[in-house]
């Protein structure tokens, strides 16, 4: 009997460690979840309203559809690729400059 009680105890006192650390676990996980959102939340910009032609809004809600984004994040998305095409335009212009030009 006391071989089995033992084994009991010692199956029990695992389970309780176990519980304990997952709740652990889980406390932290809530705890970094929340500084999350709470972070998310600060991030927001602030709205810029844009006033478009229906025909450049209906270009983006089909781009933004079709892969699977908001309005707001397909005029991003499209904004950015813009941004970056004229970064790497400005680098290629600076390149194929003559060095007599520089001053």
Request: glycine share 4%; aromatic share 12%; net charge positive.
């Amino acid at each position: 009997m006391q071989s089995q009680d033992k084994k009991r105890l010692y199956i029990i006192k695992k389970m309780f460690a176990f519980l304990k650390e997952s709740f652990i676990i889980y406390k932290r996980l809530l705890k970094s979840l929340y500084k999350g959102i709470l972070i998310m939340a600060r991030k927001q910009p602030n709205p810029t309203p844009v006033r478009m032609p229906d025909y450049l809004r209906d270009w983006l809600q089909g781009k933004a559809d079709y892969y699977r984004r908001s309005l707001s994040g397909e005029i991003v998305w499209q904004l950015e690729e813009a941004y970056r095409s004229e970064q790497i335009g400005g680098q290629q212009q600076e390149e194929a400059r003559p060095a007599s030009a520089e001053t």
